[in-house]
């Protein structure tokens, strides 16, 4: 278990490298969002068609990259904690959720429900909105008002926001796998062994933490598989097509960096009382 292998001070170290990861992963993102001439799928789909004008764009490139500053602990202000700018991320992430990427999904997008890729856009947003919710659990300011208190009511649920992606990711290695395949790097080998080993990891560790079976170690696994395919995979393609979709390839690279942020600060502190929680 991770408590018996890593003493306090080297979990809550592991806790605070799961906030920057985060928190650098909300600045790429609203880093690219600046530049991208739409919306990023993961934010907001092509509905409604309003919302899609640059001032919006901007407004919400901005937000995400404060966001990330303040959660990552590159900005520290005084007019909004940590915890606080990690429910209202979370939040915003559900009711764009809510009021556009599904109704899109289900009344406007002629992609069948069936497929998969139609629903990574919303599973990615569910992500970064879970995540959110799991970063305010890691921090222990107290809610100011009552919404802030009813909003620290979903933290329970982050975690599962954030598995439900995984095993939508761990499954289309079993849908898309000769396309999965290709982005095994060569000098590993075994393409499909490693496709199959990875799909089925990612489908176990989000069931696993859905279930809080091995909750820790499960998602400690997850957070060193995610590292390494921010290693092996999306740091050589951010490297190999940084032009591509204006520097969209980069972007991704900062998004599984992200998403390893989750798992290990699920990691670290699943099961903790708020004694234990940093105190920004």
Request: hydrophobic share 55%; proline share 4%; aromatic share 16%.
């Amino acid at each position: 278990m991770p408590g018996m292998i890593f003493g306090t001070d080297s979990m809550r170290r592991l806790t605070k490298i799961g906030q920057v990861f985060y928190g650098i992963g909300l600045i790429a993102v609203g880093t690219h969002q600046l530049i991208f001439e739409k919306f990023r799928a993961e934010l907001l789909p092509p509905f409604p068609s309003w919302a899609q004008h640059i001032f919006f764009r901007l407004i919400v490139g901005i937000a995400l990259v404060f966001s990330g500053a303040v959660i990552s602990g590159l900005l520290k202000t005084k007019f909004a904690s940590a915890k606080k700018v990690c429910l209202y991320v979370g939040f915003s992430f559900l009711v764009l959720i809510i009021t556009c990427q599904l109704p899109y999904i289900l009344f406007i997008s002629s992609d069948k429900l069936s497929s998969l890729v139609v629903w990574f856009g919303t599973g990615e947003a569910l992500a970064f909105g879970g995540g959110a919710f799991v970063m305010a659990g890691s921090f222990q300011a107290q809610a100011t008002n009552n919404f802030e208190s009813l909003l620290e009511k979903i933290i329970p649920a982050g975690k599962i926001f954030f598995s439900l992606l995984m095993i939508l990711f761990g499954s289309t290695h079993f849908v898309f796998t000769t396309f999965v395949s290709t982005m095994v790097p060569k000098f590993v080998g075994a393409p499909l062994f490693w496709t199959y080993f990875f799909g089925v990891a990612l489908v176990v560790a989000g069931i696993a933490i859905i279930f809080k079976l091995w909750i820790k170690p499960a998602a400690l696994l997850l957070a060193l598989s995610l590292f390494l395919f921010f290693l092996f995979f999306h740091v050589p393609d951010a490297i190999a097509n940084p032009s591509v979709g204006s520097g969209n390839e980069i972007t991704r690279a900062f998004v599984a960096l992200l998403f390893c942020g989750i798992a290990l600060v699920i990691a670290t502190t699943s099961g903790q009382s708020n004694g234990e929680l940093d105190r920004r």
